[in-house]
């Protein structure tokens, strides 16, 4: 089984940066990406960025483009995201999550952390 705790969530003014982080463990050998989704009060969850496991590529959304970045740390089995320039918008839960297979939805993953919460006042 796998397992993924995030932490690193807390308040934030506007402007402010924040780091999250998120620790898996279990078969993370067989990590295909691993991403961060949000979701804000009343929204559903969206996608935010994503890595794969082996190459590093990254994909993000639009919205977040040049203020996050998202890496992970293999020997540590570990991803991050270093938010920058947060702004009120960004509130929401963050949650990690990784794939163990390609699917035909880009947002399809196998496991989900917990989620941490992002609160960005103005």
């Known amino acids: 089984q796998v397992q993924l705790v995030e932490s690193g969530g807390g308040l934030v003014q506007a402007g402010d940066s924040l780091r999250l982080s998120c620790a898996a463990s279990?078969?993370?050998?067989?990590?295909?990406?691993m991403g961060w989704f949000r979701q804000g009060p009343g929204k559903e969850r969206q996608f935010v960025a994503s890595i794969t496991w082996n190459f590093g590529n990254t994909r993000y959304v639009d919205s977040v483009k040049g203020r996050f970045t998202i890496s992970r740390d293999k020997a540590k089995n570990t991803e991050y995201l270093q938010m920058n320039s947060l702004k009120p918008e960004d509130t929401a839960v963050y949650y990690c999550?990784?794939?163990?297979?390609?699917?035909?939805?880009?947002?399809?993953?196998?496991?989900w952390g917990q989620g941490t919460q992002v609160t960005v006042s103005s």
């Open positions: 999550a990784a794939r163990v297979r390609v699917y035909s939805d880009a947002n399809t993953y196998d496991y």
């Open positions: 279990g078969r993370t050998w067989s990590f295909v990406e």
